[in-house]
Nanobody
């Protein structure tokens, strides 16, 4: 059974930093494309950053230059380093894993989410 467990969320002042972690189990982590999404109150869930199995990170425009996604295949963990946080970054952040299924495509798994609140 696949599990994704996020941690590292919390309350931070504008301009501050946080590092989110997502530890996975029950899957071959190094084969998975990993990503972070977020959902603000009353808004749709949107992708924030992604890092494929073979590297090459990509970012949504609102966070480009401020957030960095990375992965440690030895620890089955993906990270999201968030700098210069703004009130608009307030949301629940979700880790996702896209597990390849051969000819069947991919199977997506989601974590339970971690709250990030940016406020003075």
């Amino acid at each position: 059974q696949v599990h994704l467990v996020e941690s590292g969320g919390g309350l931070v002042q504008p301009g501050g930093s946080l590092r989110l972690s997502c530890e996975t189990s029950g899957t071959i982590f190094e084969r998975n494309d990993m990503s972070w999404h977020r959902q603000a109150p009353g808004q749709e869930r949107v992708v924030v950053a992604g890092i494929p199995a073979d590297g090459g990170a990509h970012y949504a425009e609102p966070v480009n230059g401020r957030f960095t996604i990375s992965r440690d295949n030895a620890k089955d963990t993906v990270y999201l380093h968030m700098n210069d946080l703004k009130p608009g970054d307030t949301a629940v952040y979700y880790c996702t894993a896209a597990e390849p299924q051969g000819r069947l495509g991919v199977l997506d798994y989601w974590g339970q989410g971690t709250q990030v609140t940016v406020s003075s």
